[in-house]
């Protein structure tokens, strides 16, 4: 089955360290997102990536790095200088919209709580 | 600049009784509005979309939205809840040439037995 898949579910961490989360699709999709979501605020965009090798900062982009190697995949890191990581993130995929509309296919998130 | 606004955070109904969830749009080019479902840490389901053509969108379980533009306005709606939808709900925007989708800040959906 073609889909979105994030690990890990649940992830802590301690104060200070860099983490990674981890999301890959097989829906064979171009453009790649990360949100974060905190409760009443909805979904903050942080980065996004159309295409291999390129990605752009989203509204939220401070403390967390990405990259885009290959198109199945787009790792999070969420370093030490994000100051206040806990949340929710959510991993989106979508067919590039140069010609079409953009409809987002998400995974079932990661849980993030520093300890 | 696009965005999306909902109305009410928390919205209660009875089982049975219509469900109206509010999202107001602005955006200065036609827009394309969605309506996702989220249940308790899952991700997001995709309801219904409106792009072009019939302002009238039907989605999954016995959703649907109408566009109306001179109210820029996109209202889910559903004619009888069930205690299955209990869930929150996100609006969102984007239009044509736009990598971003935008996000309502959402509203949860309680059904009362």
């Known amino acids: 089955d073609g889909g979105i898949t994030q690990s890990p579910k649940y992830l802590f961490r301690k104060e200070g360290q860099n983490v990674t989360l981890s999301c890959e699709q097989n829906?064979?999709?171009?453009?790649m997102y990360w949100y974060r979501q905190d409760p009443g605020q909805g979904l903050r965009l942080i980065y996004y990536?159309?295409?291999?090798?390129?990605?752009q900062k989203g509204d939220i982009a401070e403390g967390y790095s990405v990259s885009r190697e290959k198109k199945e995949s787009f790792p999070l890191t969420v370093t030490s200088a994000q100051k206040n990581p806990t949340a929710f993130y959510l991993c989106?995929?979508?067919?590039?919209?140069?010609?079409?509309?953009?409809?987002?296919?998400f995974g079932q998130g990661t849980r993030l709580t520093v300890v | 600049a696009q965005s999306v606004t909902q109305l009410g955070s928390h919205v209660s109904v009875s089982e049975g009784a219509l469900v109206l969830l509010r999202c107001n749009y602005s955006?200065?080019?036609?827009?394309?509005l969605f309506w996702y479902v989220q249940y308790p840490n899952q991700g997001l389901q995709l309801l219904l979309k409106?792009?072009?053509?019939?302002?009238l969108v039907k989605g999954i379980n016995g959703f649907e939205a109408e566009f109306k533009k001179s109210e820029t306005s996109f209202h889910l709606t559903k004619p009888s809840a069930h205690m299955s939808d209990a869930a929150e709900y996100f609006c969102?925007?984007?239009?044509?040439?736009?990598?971003?989708?935008?996000f309502g800040t959402g509203t949860r959906l309680t059904i009362i037995p």
């Open positions: 409106y792009t072009t053509g019939a302002t």
């Open positions: 829906l064979n999709h171009d453009a």
């Open positions: 990536s159309q295409i291999v090798n390129d990605f």
């Open positions: 969102a925007v984007t239009y044509f040439g736009n990598e971003k989708l935008t």
């Open positions: 989106a995929s979508s067919i590039e919209n140069a010609r079409m509309n953009t409809e987002a296919f």
């Open positions: 955006s200065s080019v036609p827009p394309y």
